[in-house]
């Protein structure tokens, strides 16, 4: 679906494993005098260590960032944006208005992933002299130019890459489980963790641990997960740590010592 008097844009991320790296792409189209498209297709260099959501996500706003400049933008009378992520589409308004009002953190005081992505994709928006449209479209659908941005982003993420979009230190994990969210219930108990990876939340003053259980009679033992806190600990060291009751927003409220490795 391409509109008349409007600059169209389509947009995509992607993401490959082992090592993980993220791509995205975008493909401007208005329509000229004749009726006929004009195309315009960007594959920027993409991120390491980028996931799914944030190259959608990216991929939204590094379109939004060259249509500010694009030589159409005063001649149109609509900007739409065309996106196959539910995750971007869903979100959106709360991301305008709810997330700011409650320091970026979700209904149940969990932060807001990607929240840095979030604020500025808001701010391009309300900086471009239209307010863009975001409309949903089918992921791998029959339509040229969603399968167009696919390909885009695919190729973003086999090229050269830029430094990760978050600063985290990672270590190897131990256990063979996966992270899953929710699998450590929350029932303010104690508890030995190994920090697999860090990362510091800016916006909501936090940090956040992917970790997994170290306590042997445990019945989460060896369960990776996140969790977040106010105090600074060490990816790669062990910790007793004293949590809070609340699965859906899981807080380690004390920490009660680094316990030796070994």
């Known amino acids: 679906m391409i509109y008349e008097d409007t600059l169209n844009i389509y947009t995509d991320g ?11 792409g975008f493909r401007y189209i208005t329509v000229d005098a004749s009726g ?28 939004l960032e060259g249509a500010y400049t694009h030589s159409a933008i005063d001649n149109v009378e609509r900007i739409v944006l065309f996106t196959d992520s539910m995750y971007v589409t869903e979100n959106l ?7 700011p009002k409650q320091k970026w953190l979700n209904r149940y005081d969990r ?7 979030w604020k500025d994709l808001v701010r391009l928006m309300k900086k471009l002299p239209r307010r863009p449209e975001f409309k949903w479209v089918k992921g ?4 040229r130019h969603n399968k167009a941005v696919d390909k ?3 190729q973003s993420a086999k090229g050269v890459l830029n430094q990760p979009l978050s600063a985290s230190t990672v270590r190897r994990k131990h256990t063979e489980h996966r992270v899953e969210i929710g699998c450590v219930r929350m ?8 920090i697999i990876t860090d990362a510091y939340l800016r916006l909501q003053k936090l940090y956040k641990y992917r970790y997994e259980v170290l306590t042997n ?6 369960r990776m997960d996140l969790i977040y806190c106010t105090d600074v600990l060490r990816a790669g060291h062990h910790y007793e740590v004293r949590v809070n009751d609340d699965t859906k927003n899981p807080r380690i409220v004390e920490v009660l010592d680094e316990l030796d490795p070994s």
């Open 217 to 222: 009679d445990n019945e989460f033992f060896g």
């Open 187 to 194: 029932r303010g108990q104690v508890m030995a963790i190994r």
């Open 36 to 63: 006929d498209e004009v195309l315009e297709d960007h594959a920027p260099p993409g991120y390491q260590q980028g996931t799914n959501n944030q190259m959608e996500l990216m991929a939204c706003i590094k379109a």
């Open 140 to 143: 791998h659908a029959k339509n």
């Open 93 to 99: 308004n709360r991301a305008i208005y709810a997330w």
């Open 152 to 154: 885009l982003a695919k």
């Open 111 to 117: 932060p807001v992933e990607n929240a840095e992505l």
């Open 14 to 24: 992607s993401m490959f494993s082992s090592p993980r790296r993220g791509g995205i």
